[in-house]
Structures are given as C-alpha cells and as structure tokens.
C-alpha cells in the first residue's frame, strides 16, 4: 500500500493545516512534521481518510479511495480524536482495543496481552501515567491485531515526552511487519531523530 498526499490543506486561509506533501508505504516509516495543537490531527485524518482536503489530493495506490483507507489505515493517539483516556487503568485500554480488533476483550486476555509485550507493570495503571515509549508501543501493537489494518498513523507521540528514539524504534518494528506507517511530531523530534523529511 502507498498513500501519497499531494499539497493538501485544510481550513478558510489553510489556517487549520498548511498544504503538505508527503507519502508512505508498506514496509517503510515516514515522518511528517506538522507544529500547533492541532494541525498533526488535521493531517493524520487526512493521511488516514479520516477527513477531505480542501484544496490538493490524497490518494492510495493511485487511486482516491477514502473508504479503502479508513478501513486499511489505523489513527493510533490522535489528540481528541483516537487518545484513549488518561484516567482509565492501562488494562481497561487493552481490553477495550482487544474489543476493536475483534478478539476476547476481558481483563485476563487484556493481562495476557500486556504480559506477551513485557508490560505487565502497567496494568493497574491509569494510562496517562504508562511511560512514554511504552504508550506508543503498545498503542502500535494493538493498532496493528485489528482485521485489515495495513496501515498506521502515528499523531503527536512528542507530547507525551520520553525519547523520540524509543516511539520511532516501535514505529519501525511495526514497518518491518509489512505495514505503511506514518508518524507525525514536530520540528525537534524530527531535529533529535536526524530523519530528512
């Protein structure tokens, strides 16, 4: 799969998203850098067919296809759209992502899930306290178990802190399993990472 995004933008002025090139595949992951609260949300609907652009084209294997890609495209933490809440107990999230992928979603399958990750520590813990790189990690990992997933964006993993080698390492661990990911962060990830975007 390759999804290409070719000077999309979005908002009266561009003002919600500036236009933007970018592309990525099966098999790679991209960084694209968007900055501001909100434009990395903007851009990860757009790259996962989420949301129409005002002005440019999204297309995937050539074509535009926005059913294809919300139905192939995982938006993994996008903020107040995909973050799963802060408050709710590390396991009470996997059970409820096992439930999205189809598969047994109770508190021992959502323990064993933890435990296949070697993230068992968390489990009682709410999960906006779970340690940065491990909150991407296992975001990414039950992204990747849902039916037809070919496809992940990743939206803001800098806001959460930690080191932006730990998020891009899971990023790549998921691209190396034959899926297209896309990861969104800001100019200083981008900056730390030393990725040509």
Request: hydrophobic share 50%; aromatic share 4%; net charge negative.
């Amino acid at each position: 799969m390759r999804v290409e995004l070719a000077e999309v933008s979005k908002g009266r002025g561009e003002d919600a998203l500036q236009p933007v090139t970018v592309a990525f595949e099966t098999g790679a992951v991209t960084l694209a850098v968007a900055e501001t609260q909100q434009r990395p949300t903007v851009l990860g609907l757009l790259a996962s067919g989420r949301m129409h652009a005002d002005t440019g084209v999204v297309t995937v294997d050539g074509r535009v296809d926005h059913g294809r890609m919300r139905a192939a495209i995982a938006l993994v933490d996008a903020p107040l759209v995909s973050e799963p809440a802060a408050h709710v107990s590390t396991v009470g999230i996997v059970e409820e992502e096992l439930m999205f992928a189809g598969r047994r979603a109770t508190p021992a399958a959502a323990r064993r899930m933890l435990a296949s990750l070697g993230l068992s520590r968390w489990a009682i813990t709410p999960f906006g306290n779970v340690d940065p790189t491990d909150r991407i990690r296992l975001l990414l990992e039950l992204a990747a178990l849902r039916p037809g997933v070919e496809g992940v964006v990743l939206v803001s993993p800098d806001r959460h802190g930690g080191e932006p080698a730990g998020w891009w390492e899971a990023a790549g661990s998921l691209a190396a399993r034959d899926l297209a990911v896309l990861v969104i962060a800001g100019d200083a990830s981008a900056a730390l990472l030393g990725v040509a975007r």
